[in-house]
């Protein structure tokens, strides 16, 4: 069963997408607990979903949303209905395979769990299994290393369990030849646009379309709520670009963080190997050191050869064709006879024979960079960044405590902080109740529209919209939700108006034509380009065309079809030729990823299938109510 979830990775992988929200490193064992005395928001046989899991996973999900979307990602998102629920049936779907699994006794030895673990990335560093980065996880999930092994074992019995339903999902190759059949089926087509604009001389209105439409339409000529506001800024950046800092502060600083600036010595070294592996045969070996130690005994000779030397002979094809330079070695990063040797050298002095488990070396210390401090000159650019920063941060600190106080204090005016902080004050443009705009949270829209700031006239209180910056803004200007008169819109609705009347009037021409053309009469046309289309997708012709040129009877050529088009024109298509697409007469890339897709789909529609099976086994029961609960703020 291990070696078929290895070896079915993409199938597998499917389903757990259609999961969602992953296993690894959440656990199925905090699923199956009925911990805490949070309101349960669901059952699935006789374990609960409480409300602190529902939460847990919908500030995971949250988190994911906002790493995936960036600033596009709305924190208010995660309180609608359909997205709580959509977690919600999340963890129901988690919970309900992880019920099977432990019903049939899936169960996941040492060895493969080890097998497993050592290949999850997040476990590896520099592409080995760390132990150090297996216990930094587990104690960031708040769990020992036999606690977060647990719940490893446990996701891979999930994924064991989901496997049969995956190979059950395979397609049969005559099923997807059938689908290629009408997916890739060529047909030749040219077309020829009725747009609307063309018949707007022929459209015409009743004398009271206009105002009948805008009485029957009110809602959409209503005009939000506006509000246009002054408003100030308290920003940390600010500070520190008023920020001054003495030559004295700055030479007291590099005095006292003499390590900070220190630089290690840097040793430089060239070798010539030859091979000798640790268990290779003691003849080899001796004819291995018996070759380094001539070539010794050469460079010594003549040491300007080196380079020469190593090239010709140096079985290192890592360094060979540079002449032998391995570059930089840092302790710790070498082998320790190597890194002994090149440690003991001095510049430009060569090693006698060094024997490793890789075999002979002979090293030399091409160059030797004394440890040293980089000079105050070198480093006060620096010095003087992080001295602003760190003043700035002190001053912030405390004019941002004042400012709170005093937007609050004198609700009535933000000159006294305009003139205490030195602030510009700012104005907005027109902003509408409900609007998104760049740089303004949630939090402070909402204290703009409060009656707190539209009655009483009152300042906000501070609130930060970016790290270390704060914001306070008041009202000047409000505009009730209003309607806007017909005499303002009656322009514009009449013009409206006459353009879907011509779009009706292009339809019932194209109408008129597709009859006659279909019943072989001539119709004078002037067709575009024929281009060669496919079922599958093609550029330049929407999906209600494609699905009018596809479906269109072929039997005699050439036939024609219509669709309308975005922009209001109706389209007419001259279908000239038909070419089937037969399988396996050559490779087309276009037919891997068409069978990749159909499996997806199947995949999809049988998992679909087996978890709702499952969850009329496992009786699944959802408490509506306690879901619109949202959690109480800390």
Do not use: C
């Amino acid at each position: 069963m291990f070696d078929s979830v290895r070896n079915n990775k993409r199938l597998v992988q499917v389903f757990l997408l259609l999961i969602t929200l992953p296993f690894a490193f959440w656990g199925v064992e905090s699923y199956m607990s009925d911990s805490g005395s949070a309101d349960e928001l669901a059952t699935v046989g006789k374990t609960k979903i409480t409300q602190q899991q529902f939460q847990q996973a919908l500030r995971e999900q949250g988190e994911r949303m906002r790493t995936a979307m960036g600033d596009k990602f709305n924190q208010t998102t995660m309180e609608r209905p359909e997205i709580r629920m959509a977690v919600l049936e999340t963890l129901i779907n988690q919970r309900v395979l992880a019920v099977h699994a432990m019903e049939a006794r899936l169960s996941v030895s040492n060895e493969q769990l080890i097998a497993m673990i050592s290949n999850i990335p997040a476990l590896q560093e520099d592409g080995k299994f760390s132990v150090e980065r297996f216990e930094q996880i587990a104690a960031a999930q708040g769990l020992s290393k036999v606690g977060l092994e647990s719940r490893l074992r446990q996701d891979l019995a999930t994924r064991m369990a989901v496997l049969p339903v995956a190979e059950a999902a395979l397609v049969p190759r005559g099923s997807g030849n059938t689908m290629l059949a009408g997916a890739l089926e060529e047909r030749e087509v040219s077309e020829l646009a009725l747009k609307p604009e063309a018949y707007l001389a022929q459209a015409q209105l009743s004398a009271d379309a206009a105002k009948s439409f805008y009485e029957s339409n009110r809602s959409k000529f209503e005009e939000p709520e506006r509000i246009r506001f002054e408003f100030v800024l308290l920003s940390q950046k600010d500070f520190e670009q008023k920020a001054q800092v003495s030559d004295e502060e700055i030479k007291a600083w590099y005095d006292s963080h003499q390590d900070s600036y220190r630089q290690a010595e840097e040793r430089r070294a060239s070798h010539i190997l030859i091979l000798a592996e640790k268990d290779a045969k003691e003849d080899v070996v001796k004819a291995a050191e018996a070759k380094a130690r001539d070539l010794l005994a050469q460079v010594k000779k003549n040491p300007a050869d080196f380079a020469k030397l190593a090239k010709q002979h140096s079985q290192d094809p890592g360094s060979a064709a540079q002449g032998g330079d391995v570059g930089v070695v840092a302790r710790g990063a070498m082998i320790k006879p190597f890194e002994d040797s090149v440690f003991s050298l001095k510049q430009g002095e060569i090693s006698d024979v060094v024997r490793t488990e890789y075999g002979f070396h002979i090293i030399r210390l091409s160059s030797l960079k004394p440890a040293s401090v980089k000079p105050l000159a070198e480093v006060k650019a620096e010095i003087v960044v992080g001295l602003k920063a760190q003043n700035a941060a002190k001053k912030y600190a405390e004019a941002a405590e004042n400012f709170t106080n005093m937007v609050y204090e004198q609700s009535d005016s933000l000159k006294p902080v305009v003139e205490q902080f030195g602030l510009k004050s700012q104005q907005s443009p027109w902003l509408a109740k409900g609007q998104q705009v760049p740089g303004l949270n949630e939090k402070i829209v909402a204290a703009l529209f409060s009656d707190d700031a539209i009655k009483n006239k009152r300042n906000t209180e501070a609130i930060e919209i970016a790290p270390n910056t704060l914001i306070a803004a008041r009202v000047t200007e409000h505009k009730p939700a209003e309607v806007i008169p017909f005499e303002q819109m009656q322009a514009e609705i009449e013009k409206r108006l006459k353009f879907d009347e011509a779009i009706k009037l292009a339809a019932k021409d194209a109408e008129a034509r597709l009859a006659k053309l279909n019943a072989g009469e001539a119709v004078p046309a002037t067709w575009g380009e024929s281009r060669s289309i496919v079922r599958a997708g093609a550029q330049g012709i929407s999906g209600q065309g494609l699905r009018a040129v596809f479906t269109a009877n072929t039997g005699k050529l050439p036939a024609y079809a219509s669709a309308p088009a975005q922009d209001g024109s109706t389209i007419l298509y001259r279908i000239s030729k038909v070419k089937p697409y037969v399988a396996g007469e050559k490779d087309d890339p276009r037919a891997a990823a068409l069978r990749q897709q159909y499996a997806q789909l199947a995949t999809e529609a049988e998992f679909a299938a087996w978890i709702n099976t499952l969850r009329e086994r496992y009786k699944v029961t959802i408490n509506s109510k306690a879901l619109l609960v949202k959690e109480s703020k800390e």
